[in-house]
């Protein structure tokens, strides 16, 4: 072999195991969603019985962190682990946990963490409560599966506890991150919108928006109104089998929550750091109101909670009776939910009753609207200008687009991205929830194999390849796209099981999506993950759909 031939086997063995390193992953990190970034160290943390929580103040949200992850390790292990203030730490030996609020760390986001595993320590710094508290998500998956468990299994003294030296810095890419759950066609207990709540915390989601009044059922109480729920929560019978079958159970199905239940809901929320959106739909979608007041209809008739799906032509008068009514109603709303958003709908709504009123035509005529879109946005604009004295922000479905955008209404695009590209172009925030991607309602495998469902079909593959961002913004225009969420709509969906079932493993692949910057991702990688991930939701109880499992 001559000089040259040698040079280039050395460079070609070089290369390769250069190239092989740079693709090999120094330690697998099984956590959803993805970090931004993490270097792995020599040796673990074993976790003990003499291990103690430092706090670095003495707050109530740090109190409930700490205990939070004092409960989350009692649970499963038995160990029972003291809560402290960290300044107390000075002579303690033993290995320990530390959540520290410094504002100073290297994190130039509000959501940001930096978690770090020594053989003596696990460090979660962050500059807010709310880092900490994805830093403790992440510590979480750190462990193994069985730390989900809320007594310890059998096996529980078999599991080694460590957790290997690591340094993980992580943020998220996006500021609105949230999943939708719709009560009204089919309504579920508080215990398990808790459930549903406590997995979006686990996955760093950070919205749930509250879908809680429809055509089929009025599902919260307001006490000014107390027949929304007398009369609105009730419907006197359900559709069995697709929408057009018309045959029907002839069962009387219904409820609602009371003040107390949502704001122990809010409540439970807010220590896991999530926003409630509540949504209250109007001027469409409005039946089951109207079957309860019929006075703020446009016709003296017979209204009834729907039994059935789909768009109904029953439609709020958008007279001075109304706007009372729904001024009332939403002050209520804003008693028991602090969101700076309140959704109001603004999708779906025909307006044949409003060309057929005689009173809705003379308000056009007031107004010197053109036509009943123009009405519809007058409508919107009456909700938002209340709305916005309160303090609050109103979210809409992209028909809120038609007739004229209200002033500083974000638009949450359903069809598609169109209806989000515009508002962007106009410079109003946005939320992507385009049907096709984040729709959870639809399908997922061969529909001859799947439980019934809306229709549609949407893979976990084609969650995790969604981009909020479309091409067709500049960089300017893509600062108003806010983030995204996953829609469950429950037409098709009577059980907490079967909504979990739709929504998992789908909205993990969403909230990898939302959360991890788009070089990290890595679909075959993330599968890999997934299996790891799936252990640790069978021990927490999600029906989640297995055909996912390798």
């Not at 979608?285 to 017979?302: T, V």
């Not at 009834?304 to 109304?322: A, L, M, N, R």
């Not at 308000?363 to 916005?388: A, T």
């Not at 410079?427 to 061969?446: C, E, K, L, R």
Request: proline content about 5%; hydrophobic content about 35%.
């Amino acid at each position: 072999m001559n000089c040259r031939s040698l040079l280039s086997l050395i460079f070609l063995t070089f290369f390769l195991s250069t190239s092989l390193q740079a693709f090999q992953t120094p330690y697998p990190l099984e956590v959803i969603p993805k970090p931004v970034s993490y270097t792995a160290g020599e040796g673990s943390f074993e976790l003990s019985g003499q291990s103690v929580i430092y706090l670095s103040e003495e707050s109530k949200e740090m109190h409930f962190l700490g205990e939070y992850v004092a409960d989350l390790i009692h649970s499963a292990t038995w160990m029972k682990h003291s809560v402290q203030k960290l300044s107390s730490a000075e002579q303690d030996t033993n290995a320990r946990i530390v959540l520290d609020l410094d504002s100073d760390i290297e994190i130039d986001h509000p959501e940001g963490y930096l978690l770090e595993v020594t053989p003596k320590e696990v460090r979660i710094s962050a500059p807010t409560t709310t880092g900490l508290f994805y830093g403790v998500q992440t510590l979480r998956q750190l462990f193994p599966p069985a730390i989900e468990h809320k007594l310890p299994s059998l096996a529980s003294n078999n599991i080694d506890w460590s957790i290997p030296v690591i340094r993980i810095k992580d943020y998220p890419r996006f500021e609105y991150r949230g999943m939708h759950l719709d009560v009204a066609r089919h309504f579920f207990p508080v215990e398990f919108v808790k459930k549903y709540i406590e997995l979006l915390a686990m996955h760093k989601m950070n919205r749930f928006h509250w879908h809680l009044t429809e055509d089929q059922g009025w599902r919260i109480e307001i006490k000014k109104y107390p027949k929304l729920t007398k009369v609105g929560a009730w419907r006197d019978s359900t559709l069995i089998g697709h929408y057009g079958s018309d045959r029907y159970d002839n069962v009387p199905y219904g409820g609602y929550y009371t003040r107390e239940e949502i704001k122990e809901v809010v409540k439970y929320a807010a220590e896991r750091h999530i926003t409630i959106i509540p949504e209250i739909e109007l001027p469409g979608h409005s039946s089951a109101a109207l079957a309860a007041y019929p006075q703020f209809g446009c016709f003296e008739k017979e209204y009834h909670v729907q039994s059935t799906w789909g768009v109904f032509e029953d439609i709020y008068c958008p007279k001075e009776e109304t706007f009372n009514f729904l001024e009332d109603v939403l002050t209520e709303v804003m008693e028991l939910f602090p969101s700076e958003y309140i959704h109001i709908g603004g999708d779906e709504a025909p307006k044949v009753q409003w060309e057929e009123s005689e009173v809705a035509q003379k308000i056009m005529q007031r107004e010197g609207l053109k036509d009943e879109h123009e009405l519809q946005s007058y409508f919107v604009q009456r909700i938002e200008q209340f709305l916005n004295q309160h303090g609050r922000q109103i979210i809409g479905w992209d028909e809120i687009l038609e007739g004229g955008l209200a002033p500083r209404a974000t638009v949450m695009s359903w069809r598609g991205e169109k209806g989000g590209i515009e508002a962007a172009k106009m410079g109003h925030d946005v939320i992507m929830t385009p049907w096709d991607s984040n729709y959870f309602d639809h399908y997922q495998a061969d529909p001859e194999t799947e439980p019934l469902a809306i229709g549609g079909f949407t893979t976990l593959k084609d969650v995790y390849f969604y981009d909020p961002i479309p091409d067709e913004l500049t960089d300017e225009e893509a600062r108003y796209v806010l983030g995204s969420q996953g829609n469950v709509w429950t037409e098709y969906i009577h059980s907490g099981d079967k909504v979990e079932y739709m929504a998992y493993p789908r909205a993990t692949a969403l909230a990898e999506v939302l959360w991890t910057p788009v070089e990290n991702k890595n679909w075959l990688e993330f599968q890999t993950r997934l299996q790891s991930h799936f252990k640790r939701l069978d021990i927490l109880g999600v029906n989640y759909a297995e055909h996912y499992k390798r």
